[in-house]
């Protein structure tokens, strides 16, 4: 079975710096499509950015930016230029690209993000 | 487009009690799944509806159900309610034909409090 991981579960950056938050994954599969999720306070869950395994290069939208390392199976959320706004509770996720009951996604645990002004 | 909604936002039952909540995806999906958010547990996939059938279930007790309708709305049903059973319930559309890589949508969930 699949699981994801997120080690930090508090982190804290100062307004205008970056920060990278950590995910890992295990798995067996080869085809599978990883999340990043932010939650703020208000409990709307909102895509931040998606990866596709079979892509070598990194997703990146606007200030947020991932590194995936496939072999090492980590999945990094860098957020540069820190805003106020960004404080939440980020999620990684895992999603299989098979069908049936491996479609699901699958969590880690959250990290919540302060941010420092 | 509209985004996706749930309803009631708020809500407080008691032990052994049945609940029902509600979900309107984005007009055009045909994928519903609902997912349970405890600061325990974490966030736990409960089931997937595509086109009015289940497609996908997680590892709940038979006390959870759900349904879809033509129109796309969901609907899940918890009964004999639990303290255990308090939670966010969050709902998700996404279109359903795309595979794995669908981005799902969230709605504002459903906080339910069992005393």
């Known amino acids: 079975a699949q699981t994801v991981t997120q080690s930090q579960p508090e982190m804290s950056v100062q307004e205008a710096e970056t920060v990278t938050l950590s995910c890992t994954y295990d798995?067996?599969?080869?085809?599978?499509?990883l999340f990043w999720y932010k939650q703020p306070p208000s409990r709307q869950m909102i895509l931040v950015i998606r990866?596709?395994?079979?892509k070598q290069q990194n997703a990146t939208e606007n200030r947020f930016s991932v590194n995936f390392q496939k072999a090492a199976k980590s999945f990094s959320l860098k957020i540069s230029d820190s805003q106020l706004g960004d404080a939440a509770m980020y999620f990684c996720?895992?999603?299989?690209?098979?069908?049936?009951?491996?479609?699901?996604?699958?969590w880690g645990l959250g990290t919540s993000l302060a941010v420092n002004p | 487009k509209a985004g996706v909604t749930q309803t009631p936002r708020y809500l407080i039952k008691t032990r052994g009690q049945q609940v029902t909540l509600s979900c309107s995806p984005i007009?055009?999906?045909?994928?519903v799944s609902w997912y349970q958010q405890t600061p325990g547990q974490g966030l736990q996939f409960l089931f997937e509806?595509?086109?009015?059938?289940?497609?996908n279930k997680g590892n709940f007790p038979g006390r959870f159900s759900g349904r879809q309708f033509s129109n796309s709305r969901s609907e899940m049903n918890v009964s004999t309610l639990e303290l255990g059973d308090s939670a966010l319930y969050l709902c998700?559309?996404?279109?359903?034909?795309?595979?794995?890589?669908?981005?799902?949508?969230f709605g504002p969930g459903t906080r339910l409090l069992v005393l």
């Open positions: 509806y595509f086109s009015e059938t289940q497609r």
């Open positions: 007009s055009g999906h045909r994928s």
């Open positions: 998700a559309s996404s279109p359903g034909t795309s595979g794995g890589g669908e981005t799902q949508y």
């Open positions: 996720a895992y999603r299989s690209e098979y069908a049936g009951n491996n479609r699901k996604l699958i």
């Open positions: 798995t067996s599969e080869s085809d599978y499509y």
């Open positions: 990866q596709e395994a079979y």
